[in-house]
């Protein structure tokens, strides 16, 4: 079973519509949790932490489960400008030494 | 603020032979991270370092090592180079790098180095 594993897309949605990611990972000592965002040939990107509360930023929301070790990402009234790979990615080391990616989300908007 | 920077941004090797890649962190971080991204797939660690010192070492055979300069800067050596090792080669840094305070601070990406294996 890999570490992190997300929903392999991809995803192609019309402009406006909503958008969910999923991903669990398998250590159940996994500490910090956040969703990066990777536009093609460039670097990974933070888009938002990920808290056990939930948090909310702008049209982005997460969501951590930690009894089913589950990680959401949803996008409401997607824009064409959203259109990227999603990288969920875990640390479950002390600090953050070392973070594991999932294998990326590829979301397509389509105008 | 200047970010992570990288260089170079592309490389062209051959089977076997040996490169040599670098980075500079934010300024004020001490902690400098290793990443290779093969073209289709996440990220994957391969190195931490943090006031100098080896703090962590992913799955990665010996060919790989680094080192961290007392300026805190870093690099990525790759010996007898395999077409495998064809992909984007990412540095990251923190400010933090064992702080058991401070597991939400993210990681922070320079722009990458493009490595062509042919």
């Known amino acids: 079973r890999k570490e992190v594993e997300q929903d392999p897309g991809p995803f192609n949605v019309p402009e406006g519509a909503t958008v969910a990611f999923n991903c669990t990972y398998s250590?159940?000592?996994?500490?910090?949790f956040f969703w990066y965002r990777q536009d093609c040939r460039k670097e990974p990107k933070l888009l938002m932490s990920v808290y056990s509360s939930g948090n909310e930023d702008g049209r982005f929301t997460a969501q951590l489960n930690r009894a089913s070790q589950y990680i959401s990402l949803l996008i409401r009234d997607s824009k064409l400008s959203d259109s990227a790979t999603y990288l969920c990615v875990v640390n479950g080391n002390f600090g953050n030494e070392k973070l594991t990616f999932g294998t990326g989300t590829r979301l397509t908007i389509i105008p | 603020d200047a970010g992570v920077t990288q260089s170079p941004t592309h490389l062209i090797k051959t089977r076997g032979q040996h490169v040599t890649l670098r980075c500079s962190p934010i300024?004020?971080?001490?902690?400098v991270s290793w990443y290779q991204q093969v073209l289709g797939q996440g990220p994957q660690f391969i190195f931490q370092?943090?006031?100098?010192?080896?703090?962590g070492r992913g799955n990665f055979p010996d060919r790989f090592s680094a080192r961290q300069f007392p300026n805190y800067s870093s690099e990525l050596n790759v010996n007898a180079l395999l077409l495998g090792d064809s992909a984007l080669y990412l540095c990251?840094?923190?400010?933090?790098?064992?702080?058991?305070?401070?597991?939400?601070?993210?990681?922070?990406f320079g722009n990458g180095t493009r490595l062509t294996v042919t």
């Open positions: 300024s004020g971080h001490k902690s």
């Open positions: 370092y943090y006031e100098k010192e080896e703090r």
């Open positions: 990251a840094s923190s400010p933090v790098g064992g702080d058991s305070t401070n597991f939400n601070s993210p990681l922070h």
């Open positions: 250590n159940s000592a996994s500490q910090s």
